[in-house]
């Protein structure tokens, strides 16, 4: 019989894999930022699998708040790219008009 | 019976994550690409809940979908369109390598995540944390966590957000402003932020207790920024010069201002006065959403609001 | 009675969440699929918020699930609105 | 009444599956909109049957959250930049 918690942590690890393949893979920026994005979605669940412990008793707060300081930092990070790519796109067009 | 319905739901968001997640990465179009993103968060959340984590659901609900959702859009408008690029293939070898090397990776995760499953010994923190829970000032033991047992973690946390909108600060002027919104976006907008800031007031309030806190109602009140933003307002809803800034360090300043505080009350850093802690937590709380508020949004803009600059640009002119 | 009640209700509501989706499937364009998501998606959360409403006895959570459904009304009448201008922009800019 | 309701949570999720291939069938940009707006209201629903289900008054919170955050990403998603505008 499948587990709950291991039906989401080994999802987890697949969603983890995933993103790091194609944030390797991946030449275009905003595709790997996507990418790094679904890598933490994936780390995350493996934090929130191994929290639940049944449906009947309630599940531990310390991975639950570690993965929400993670969704933040993830999100300041996220921003933190775009911005840099958005400024390598104002380069590439200056250089194009010369 | 019971049971099965649950298996069944499971398997469902399972699958849907996993198809989401491929298709989010590999489509054609970075536009529908990121548009699955956001679904995949919206089934994200539904994982979170179903797995009895309602404060990282709130979390993912808002920032997520929500706010990451708004930031990659904004990201995608920066291109020109005849730079949209399409899929650049890499050789054949090395996807393969990779490939491998990544399955190699994920199933020794896999193997030593079973391995701590099957020998799952030890107390767990969560017990403590539930052992310690009426020490700290609050009842909802994640909130407890977050601001009293590891207050650190979140010291850093602000100070990492406040690290990144610097460095977009850095980055040079704001995107420009979307163009001002038709009647049906206005009323829509005129309506949707003062529901945004309520419930961003109300989960503040209820993280003492229930799930909810700083970091969900930072994130809400920051889309209503984002929607203020869109709607082609130009002040988006920030207060002007010298008090944004002091927003933005708010939340780290207010929260070391109490760690020292402590310190020199005789305990150590960030160590509340047991009877004092509910109080300081949410003046904490307080002073963390409203920076946590204020970072995302400048983010979203994507460089140092037109206000800040115009008087230099002026000069030069 | 009451979970009876409920329990239609709910199952109404699912019927109408099918029926939107099977709108959005076999409709032959998007304002044809407009119309037939924005109706029956309504309703059928409006169906499934009352079943649920019947179940609780807390009145803040009862306030909740009104505030969501008018809230998700609200937001599927301006949402229409918006997307109907984008199709209709997106052919002029097409044509 | 526990089973119906994940029952219902369950056949709601299926309904979110089939309306997700249903925009994958139709990429043009509108429809992108309805469907997400389809899903948002998908989502809302099996989040307020878990609430039930799961006994958990805080996930009530969850599907307010889910239903703001829907009408954001619509208007996100329906803006054009500056650039754009010839109205």
Same mark, same amino acid.
């Given at each position: 019989?499948?587990? *709950?918690? *291991?039906?989401?942590?080994?999802?987890?690890?697949?969603?983890?894999?995933?993103?790091?393949?194609?944030?390797?893979?991946?030449?275009?920026?905003?595709?790997?930022?996507?990418?790094?994005?679904?890598?933490?979605?994936?780390?995350?669940?493996?934090?929130?699998?191994?929290?639940?412990?049944?449906?009947?008793?309630?599940?531990?707060?310390?991975?639950?708040?570690?993965?929400?300081?993670?969704?933040?930092?993830?999100?300041?990070?996220?921003?933190?790219?775009?911005?840099?790519?958005?400024?390598?796109?104002?380069?590439?067009?200056? *250089?194009?008009?010369? | 019976?019971?049971?099965?319905?649950?298996?069944?739901?499971?398997?469902?968001?399972?699958?849907?994550?996993?198809?989401?997640?491929?298709?989010?990465?590999?489509?054609?179009?970075?536009?529908?690409?990121?548009?699955?993103?956001?679904?995949?968060?919206?089934?994200?959340?539904?994982?979170?809940?179903?797995?009895?984590?309602?404060?990282?659901?709130?979390?993912?609900?808002?920032?997520?979908?929500?706010?990451?959702?708004?930031?990659?859009?904004?990201?995608?408008?920066?291109?020109?369109?005849?730079?949209?690029?399409?899929?650049?293939?890499?050789?054949?070898? =090395?996807?393969?390598?990779?490939?491998?090397?990544?399955?190699?990776?994920?199933?020794?995760?896999?193997?030593?995540?079973?391995?701590? =499953?099957?020998?799952?010994?030890?107390?767990?923190?969560?017990?403590?944390?539930?052992?310690?829970?009426?020490?700290?000032?609050?009842?909802?033991?994640?909130?407890?966590?977050?601001?009293?047992?590891?207050?650190?973690?979140?010291?850093?946390?602000?100070?990492?957000?406040?690290?990144?909108?610097?460095?977009?600060?850095?980055?040079?002027?704001?995107?420009?402003?979307?163009?001002?919104?038709?009647?049906?976006?206005?009323?829509?907008?005129?309506?949707?932020?003062?529901?945004?800031?309520?419930?961003? #007031?109300?989960?503040?309030?209820?993280?003492?207790?229930?799930?909810?806190?700083?970091?969900?109602?930072?994130?809400?009140?920051?889309?209503? #920024?984002?929607?203020?933003?869109?709607?082609?307002?130009?002040?988006?809803?920030?207060?002007?010069?010298?008090?944004?800034?002091?927003?933005?360090?708010?939340?780290?300043?207010?929260?070391?201002?109490? #760690?020292?505080?402590?310190? #020199?009350?005789?305990?150590?850093?960030? =160590?509340?006065?047991?009877?004092?802690?509910?109080?300081?937590?949410?003046?904490?709380?307080?002073?963390?959403?409203?920076?946590?508020?204020?970072?995302?949004?400048?983010?979203?803009?994507?460089? =140092?609001?037109?206000?800040?600059?115009?008087?230099?640009?002026?000069?030069?002119? | 009675?009451?979970?009876?009640?409920?329990?239609?209700?709910?199952?109404?509501?699912?019927?109408?969440?099918?029926?939107?989706?099977?709108?959005?499937?076999?409709?032959?364009?998007?304002?044809?699929?407009?119309?037939?998501?924005?109706?029956?998606?309504?309703?059928?959360?409006?169906?499934?918020?009352?079943?649920?409403?019947?179940?609780?006895?807390?009145?803040?959570?009862?306030?909740?699930?009104?505030?969501?459904?008018?809230?998700?009304?609200?937001?599927?009448?301006?949402?229409?609105?918006?997307?109907?201008?984008?199709?209709?922009?997106?052919?002029?800019?097409?044509? | 009444?526990?089973?119906?309701?994940?029952?219902?949570?369950?056949?709601?999720?299926?309904?979110?599956?089939?309306?997700?291939?249903?925009?994958?069938?139709?990429?043009?940009?509108?429809?992108?909109?309805?469907?997400?707006?389809?899903?948002?209201?998908?989502?809302?629903?099996?989040?307020?049957?878990?609430?039930?289900?799961?006994?958990?008054?805080?996930?009530?919170?969850?599907?307010?959250?889910?239903?703001?955050?829907?009408?954001?990403?619509?208007?996100?998603?329906?803006?054009?930049?500056?650039?754009?505008?010839?109205?």
């Amino acid at each position: 019989m499948l587990e *709950t918690s *291991t039906l989401y942590g080994l999802l987890g690890i697949i969603l983890a894999a995933l993103g790091l393949q194609a944030a390797i893979l991946q030449r275009d920026a905003i595709r790997r930022i996507l990418a790094i994005n679904v890598l933490g979605v994936g780390v995350f669940l493996v934090f929130i699998a191994t929290a639940y412990q049944g449906a009947d008793t309630p599940p531990d707060a310390v991975p639950h708040a570690l993965v929400l300081t993670g969704i933040v930092v993830a999100v300041a990070a996220t921003a933190l790219a775009l911005g840099l790519q958005r400024r390598l796109e104002i380069l590439d067009e200056d *250089t194009d008009d010369e | 019976m019971t049971f099965d319905a649950l298996l069944v739901l499971d398997m469902l968001l399972a699958t849907l994550m996993l198809m989401l997640a491929i298709a989010a990465l590999h489509c054609e179009s970075l536009r529908q690409g990121i548009f699955l993103y956001i679904v995949f968060g919206l089934v994200t959340a539904l994982a979170w809940a179903r797995l009895k984590a309602p404060d990282v659901a709130l979390a993912e609900a808002a920032i997520g979908s929500g706010v990451a959702g708004a930031l990659l859009l904004a990201g995608l408008r920066d291109r020109k369109p005849r730079k949209q690029k399409s899929l650049l293939r890499r050789p054949a070898w =090395q996807v393969l390598t990779v490939t491998y090397l990544v399955i190699g990776l994920a199933l020794t995760a896999s193997w030593a995540f079973l391995d701590a =499953q099957a020998n799952d010994v030890g107390p767990r923190l969560g017990a403590m944390v539930q052992a310690e829970l009426a020490n700290s000032g609050v009842s909802n033991p994640v909130t407890a966590v977050l601001l009293n047992f590891r207050a650190y973690d979140t010291l850093l946390e602000l100070a990492v957000l406040l690290a990144a909108l610097l460095g977009v600060l850095a980055l040079g002027p704001e995107r420009a402003a979307p163009r001002a919104a038709g009647p049906v976006v206005h009323h829509l907008v005129a309506w949707l932020t003062p529901l945004l800031i309520v419930t961003a #007031g109300y989960l503040l309030w209820v993280g003492a207790h229930a799930p909810g806190g700083a970091f969900q109602a930072g994130a809400l009140l920051a889309a209503a #920024g984002i929607v203020v933003r869109l709607s082609g307002n130009p002040h988006n809803g920030l207060p002007s010069g010298i008090w944004v800034r002091m927003l933005a360090v708010a939340g780290c300043g207010v929260f070391m201002f109490v #760690g020292l505080a402590s310190m #020199g009350g005789g305990a150590n850093l960030l =160590q509340y006065p047991a009877n004092w802690a509910g109080t300081l937590i949410l003046l904490i709380e307080v002073f963390a959403t409203l920076a946590i508020t204020t970072s995302l949004v400048l983010v979203y803009l994507g460089g =140092q609001p037109d206000s800040w600059s115009s008087g230099r640009r002026k000069a030069r002119a | 009675m009451i979970d009876l009640l409920s329990g239609v209700l709910i199952i109404g509501g699912l019927f109408f969440y099918v029926a939107g989706t099977i709108g959005l499937l076999r409709l032959p364009d998007t304002l044809c699929r407009l119309h037939a998501v924005t109706k029956a998606d309504n309703l059928g959360l409006g169906l499934l918020a009352f079943g649920l409403l019947l179940q609780l006895t807390d009145p803040l959570s009862m306030l909740k699930v009104l505030l969501i459904w008018i809230l998700v009304l609200a937001a599927s009448a301006a949402g229409g609105q918006l997307i109907a201008r984008h199709v209709q922009r997106e052919q002029e800019d097409s044509s | 009444m526990t089973e119906l309701l994940l029952i219902a949570s369950a056949a709601l999720g299926l309904n979110l599956a089939l309306s997700l291939l249903a925009m994958l069938r139709q990429p043009s940009a509108g429809d992108r909109m309805l469907s997400a707006q389809l899903l948002g209201t998908n989502g809302v629903g099996v989040m307020l049957l878990l609430s039930l289900a799961q006994d958990q008054a805080a996930l009530l919170d969850v599907a307010l959250v889910l239903a703001l955050l829907a009408a954001v990403v619509v208007i996100a998603f329906t803006r054009r930049p500056q650039e754009a505008s010839h109205d």
